[in-house]
């Protein structure tokens, strides 16, 4: 099993400041299968990149994911304030699929 | 608009037996990769299950010999049939159409497994 380990747990920002959340893998993911997914509480997750650096359909351009292999980072440019979440990272590798523990974005 | 509806959450003992529904528009179930996600209170996203445009499944330790996925074409609907309930499956749990990755998710519904 892959097992992610995101880092921070909790970052505390201000709206327009610069978000950097990471994703560390067990494991090697191959052909950079790795998702990252915002989630407010009540609602639905919801799809922000896709194939390590893809934003999904509709996610702003401020949202940027990249790396490779073991090491993965998404990164907020200028938080506005629905951007203040949990945010967690997803590889579709292997099986199980697995998700990070979350890192929560919080208004400081 | 795609949009994923689930249904049939409720309190539970321990060790009973639930059928979670999940109503798809939008697109054929048929077609596609599905699966169910959950996230215990206070805890992280957990995958569960999936079941292939195939027909094929697979599913987490945690609940495999217990819990079954399926569909019906017909009524475009995804199922989990979950027995042999835990305290530990208490969750709300979703509902997502994959495209490797998760792509359009539910709002969920909730299961609370107690005494």
């Known amino acids: 099993e892959i097992v992610l380990t995101q880092s921070p747990g909790t970052l505390s920002l201000s709206p327009g400041e610069r978000a950097t959340l990471s994703c560390g893998a067990s494991?090697?993911?191959?052909?950079?299968?790795l998702a990252w997914y915002q989630h407010k509480p009540g609602q639905a997750p919801s799809l922000v990149i896709y194939?390590?650096?893809t934003r999904g359909s509709g996610v702003p351009e401020r949202f940027s994911g990249s790396g490779s292999g073991t090491d993965f980072t998404l990164t907020i440019s200028r938080l506005e304030p629905e951007d203040f979440a949990v945010y967690y990272c997803?590889?579709?590798?292997?099986?199980?699929?697995?998700f990070g523990q979350g890192t929560k974005v919080e208004i400081k | 608009e795609e949009q994923l509806v689930e249904s049939g959450g409720n309190l539970i003992q321990p060790g009973g037996s639930l059928r979670l529904s999940c109503g798809v528009s939008?697109?054929?179930?048929?077609?596609?990769?599905m699966s169910w996600v959950r996230q215990a209170p206070g805890k992280g996203l957990e995958w569960v299950s999936v079941?292939?445009?195939?027909?094929?499944?697979d599913y987490a330790d945690a609940v495999k010999g217990r819990f079954t996925i399926s569909r019906d074409n017909s009524k475009n609907t995804l199922f989990l049939q979950m027995n042999s309930l835990r305290v530990d499956d208490t969750a709300v749990y979703f509902c997502?159409?994959?495209?490797?990755?998760?792509?359009?998710w539910g709002q969920g519904t909730t299961v609370i497994v107690s005494s």
């Open positions: 997502a159409r994959v495209e490797g990755h998760f792509d359009v």
């Open positions: 194939g390590a650096s």
């Open positions: 079941i292939y445009s195939g027909g094929g499944t």
């Open positions: 494991q090697s993911i191959s052909s950079n299968y």
């Open positions: 997803q590889q579709y590798d292997s099986s199980p699929w697995t």
């Open positions: 939008g697109f054929a179930v048929s077609y596609n990769d």
